[in-house]
């Protein structure tokens, strides 16, 4: 009875099942990429980059009850970061290991005062910090202004040039399964707890000894780290940046996936990347397609997330993976005892 | 004599009426304090006071003498305040276990990085807060709901399931705010044997409470407020016979009603 009492156990579902979710993806993240064809590549890359960073979306809203429509800004910092980084002469992979470091750095030096507001409010402080940076980096020369930063060089791992998309295939899976498993870790810990704890009742939480300015603060700058590191990855991947590649749609896209994986889950956010990835992916397919009109692409994509978002919150408003859950312990009752 | 707690001519007024005004009280290590008075007699501001939910506009609350009113909630559970909020404020989505584990937070350190990398300290202070938070369950009854999430608790066992938590940081100094209301007769004994094994181990405890007949037999002292200030101090038995008290409590509609002015 005693060792069932000490087994770690999780409302949250992180507990075994979890451990085989991420083995699954895991797997799958190392033996699809050889299979793709070469144009599927890119969109996994990409797919396993937005991920990424919809992790520490999720992390943030699902967890800590904060909410950022600015993710692509700490995503753009990562970019930029690594990228001028490498154009400067410093080695890749030390530019990559500083991407999350500079863009959690500057999640602090922003959220200190940011974090102050709460619910839209900071969701619309954050959506203003992004097109404040990217009207910045717009004007910034020494970035490669609104033409971007150009000539960035491919990541070289010990001595190892990363030339084909293959290679950053499997860097993309590693920073998503290393974001996965960071998230997972911070959930089930005292600090994941209290920040749990926090968004239900702070008052309870700061009266059991929860520091809950600076957890929320941490949090902020953890799921920032997340969106530099991919950042990063994504600089030397297409070896060019502009602002243009950090749009405020790829914000949103961020907490749609997010929400559609099913917020409070550590998986879901994964399965949410995929899901709307292989659905604008499909539709963008369509929408090229001869005799549809000029428009078709960009008003599809724009479509789809909104669409996707009112189909989720009305049909399925815990999110992809917690009903998917729900369907798998309806067929299989018993599972809680054994 | 040594003081735990020494609150000292402490006032709190909002939008320019006081609800507790210029109180002063001691109470002793292991002293079992009860803060009594009728309805909108500033007894849970004060408790707010004191536990640093609510900041004072006068006066000072001192712990083991070191000046706390200028403390945030967080820092004063570090220095050992615990507190037991009336009602149930308790953690939706965590289990009833991952809420008692929440109360240890301010005796223990583990943070984000050694979370993030799983160090073997941080797995062993898991553990260790895991077994301390399981005996804090045991003792206040409610061990079977360990693994349940705790919003599906009945009221009794969320209002458990607080004392719980605060007993997880081993409080030098425990608040209790109106524990006994809305518990049922049984549930209401079992916390009272609660609170009287908790003052024989020598925990000093502050008991905010609207029910006189449930403070007389556990408190060995009891202090009244009445408007915000404080009327009567002493024993159970002296506070009975306290003509003051008696008014406050019998008296209001009678000696205050505003038909009486006529």
């Given at each position: 009875?005693?060792?069932?009492?000490l087994?770690?156990?999780?409302?949250?579902g992180?507990?075994r099942?979890?451990?085989?979710?991420?083995?699954?993806?895991t797997i799958?993240?190392?033996?699809?990429?050889?299979?793709?064809?070469e144009?599927?590549?890119?969109?996994?890359?990409?797919?396993?980059?937005?991920?990424?960073?919809?992790?520490?979306?999720s992390?943030?809203?699902?967890?800590?009850?904060?909410?950022s429509?600015?993710?692509a800004?700490?995503?753009?910092i990562?970019?930029?970061?690594a990228?001028?980084?490498?154009?400067?002469g410093?080695?890749?992979?030390?530019?990559?290991?500083l991407?999350?470091?500079i863009?959690?750095?500057?999640?602090?030096l922003?959220?200190?005062?940011?974090l102050r507001?709460?619910?839209h409010?900071?969701?619309?402080?954050?959506?203003?910090?992004?097109l404040?940076l990217?009207?910045?980096l717009a004007?910034?020369?020494?970035?490669?202004?609104?033409?971007?930063?150009?000539?960035?060089?491919?990541l070289t791992?010990?001595?190892?040039?990363?030339?084909e998309d293959?290679?950053?295939?499997?860097?993309?899976?590693l920073?998503l399964?290393?974001?996965v498993?960071?998230?997972?870790n911070?959930?089930?810990?005292r600090?994941?707890?209290?920040?749990?704890?926090?968004?239900?009742?702070?008052?309870?939480a700061?009266?059991?000894g929860?520091?809950?300015?600076?957890?929320?603060?941490?949090?902020?700058?953890?799921?920032?780290?997340?969106?530099?590191l991919?950042?990063?990855?994504?600089?030397?991947?297409?070896?060019?940046?502009?602002?243009?590649?950090?749009?405020?749609l790829?914000?949103?896209?961020?907490?749609v996936?997010?929400?559609?994986?099913?917020?409070?889950?550590?998986?879901?956010?994964?399965?949410?990347?995929?899901?709307?990835?292989v659905?604008?992916?499909?539709?963008?397919?369509?929408?090229t397609?001869p005799?549809?009109?000029?428009?078709?692409?960009?008003?599809?994509?724009?479509?789809?997330?909104?669409?996707?978002?009112?189909?989720?919150?009305?049909?399925?408003?815990?999110?992809?993976v917690?009903?998917?859950?729900?369907?798998?312990r309806a067929?299989?009752?018993?599972?809680?005892?054994? | 004599m040594?003081?735990r707690l020494?609150?000292?001519?402490v006032?709190?007024a909002?939008?320019g009426?006081?609800?507790?005004?210029d109180?002063s009280?001691t109470?002793?290590?292991?002293?079992?304090?009860?803060?009594?008075?009728?309805?909108?007699?500033?007894?849970?501001?004060?408790?707010?006071?004191?536990?640093?939910?609510?900041?004072?506009?006068?006066?000072?609350?001192?712990?083991?003498?070191?000046?706390?009113?200028?403390?945030?909630?967080?820092?004063?559970?570090?220095?050992?305040?615990?507190?037991?909020?009336?009602?149930?404020r308790?953690?939706?989505g965590?289990?009833?276990?991952e809420?008692?584990?929440?109360g240890?937070h301010?005796?223990?350190?583990?943070?984000?990085?050694?979370?993030?990398?799983r160090?073997?300290?941080?797995?062993?202070?898991?553990?260790?807060?895991?077994?301390?938070?399981l005996?804090?369950?045991?003792r206040a009854?409610?061990?079977?709901w360990?693994?349940?999430?705790a919003?599906?608790?009945?009221?009794g066992?969320?209002?458990?399931?607080?004392?719980?938590?605060?007993?997880?940081?081993?409080?030098?100094?425990?608040?209790?705010?109106?524990?006994?209301s809305g518990?049922?007769?049984?549930?209401?004994?079992?916390?009272?044997?609660?609170?009287?094994?908790?003052?024989?181990?020598?925990?000093?405890?502050l008991?905010?409470?609207?029910?006189v007949a449930?403070?007389?037999?556990?408190?060995?002292?009891?202090?009244?407020?009445?408007?915000?200030?404080?009327?009567?101090d002493?024993?159970?038995?002296?506070?009975?016979?306290?003509?003051?008290v008696?008014?406050?409590?019998?008296?209001?509609s009678?000696?205050?009603?505003?038909?009486?002015?006529?």
């Amino acid at each position: 009875m005693t060792a069932g009492l000490l087994r770690p156990a999780s409302a949250a579902g992180t507990g075994r099942a979890a451990r085989w979710w991420l083995a699954g993806f895991t797997i799958l993240g190392l033996a699809l990429p050889p299979l793709l064809p070469e144009r599927h590549l890119a969109t996994f890359v990409l797919f396993a980059l937005t991920a990424t960073v919809t992790v520490g979306v999720s992390l943030l809203m699902g967890y800590a009850g904060q909410v950022s429509l600015g993710q692509a800004a700490f995503y753009a910092i990562g970019a930029y970061a690594a990228g001028l980084l490498a154009v400067h002469g410093v080695p890749s992979l030390l530019g990559l290991l500083l991407a999350p470091v500079i863009a959690a750095v500057a999640a602090v030096l922003l959220g200190a005062p940011l974090l102050r507001l709460r619910g839209h409010h900071l969701a619309f402080a954050t959506l203003a910090v992004q097109l404040i940076l990217l009207s910045l980096l717009a004007q910034a020369d020494w970035a490669g202004g609104a033409i971007g930063l150009q000539g960035i060089p491919r990541l070289t791992i010990l001595g190892y040039e990363l030339r084909e998309d293959l290679g950053y295939a499997y860097a993309a899976s590693l920073v998503l399964a290393l974001a996965v498993l960071i998230a997972r870790n911070v959930i089930v810990s005292r600090a994941g707890r209290a920040l749990r704890a926090a968004a239900t009742s702070e008052t309870a939480a700061a009266a059991s000894g929860v520091p809950i300015g600076r957890y929320r603060l941490a949090v902020f700058a953890l799921s920032a780290a997340m969106a530099g590191l991919a950042g990063g990855v994504y600089a030397y991947y297409l070896g060019y940046l502009s602002p243009g590649s950090f749009p405020v749609l790829l914000s949103i896209e961020f907490v749609v996936m997010a929400v559609v994986g099913g917020l409070g889950t550590i998986t879901g956010p994964v399965a949410g990347a995929a899901v709307v990835i292989v659905l604008v992916q499909v539709l963008n397919t369509l929408a090229t397609r001869p005799g549809m009109p000029g428009y078709a692409p960009a008003v599809l994509s724009y479509a789809v997330y909104a669409v996707v978002l009112i189909l989720c919150v009305l049909y399925l408003p815990k999110g992809l993976v917690p009903a998917l859950r729900r369907a798998t312990r309806a067929t299989a009752p018993d599972r809680r005892q054994s | 004599m040594t003081v735990r707690l020494a609150v000292g001519g402490v006032s709190r007024a909002f939008g320019g009426v006081y609800a507790v005004r210029d109180v002063s009280l001691t109470v002793a290590p292991g002293e079992l304090r009860a803060i009594i008075g009728p309805n909108g007699a500033g007894k849970s501001t004060l408790f707010a006071l004191i536990g640093g939910q609510l900041a004072t506009h006068h006066g000072s609350v001192t712990l083991d003498g070191a000046r706390v009113e200028r403390l945030p909630a967080h820092r004063r559970a570090r220095l050992g305040v615990g507190v037991v909020f009336q009602g149930a404020r308790i953690f939706h989505g965590l289990t009833a276990l991952e809420n008692v584990m929440v109360g240890a937070h301010a005796t223990t350190r583990a943070g984000f990085l050694s979370a993030a990398l799983r160090l073997p300290a941080h797995h062993r202070e898991e553990r260790a807060i895991r077994e301390r938070a399981l005996t804090c369950l045991d003792r206040a009854g409610i061990a079977d709901w360990a693994h349940r999430p705790a919003e599906e608790l009945p009221l009794g066992q969320q209002r458990a399931l607080q004392l719980a938590r605060a007993l997880c940081a081993r409080p030098r100094l425990l608040l209790l705010d109106e524990p006994a209301s809305g518990l049922r007769a049984a549930e209401r004994e079992h916390l009272a044997g609660l609170i009287t094994a908790l003052r024989a181990e020598g925990l000093t405890i502050l008991l905010v409470e609207h029910d006189v007949a449930f403070v007389m037999r556990l408190a060995d002292r009891i202090t009244v407020l009445d408007l915000g200030r404080v009327i009567a101090d002493g024993s159970p038995a002296e506070i009975r016979e306290n003509p003051r008290v008696i008014e406050a409590y019998l008296g209001p509609s009678f000696v205050r009603s505003p038909h009486g002015a006529s």
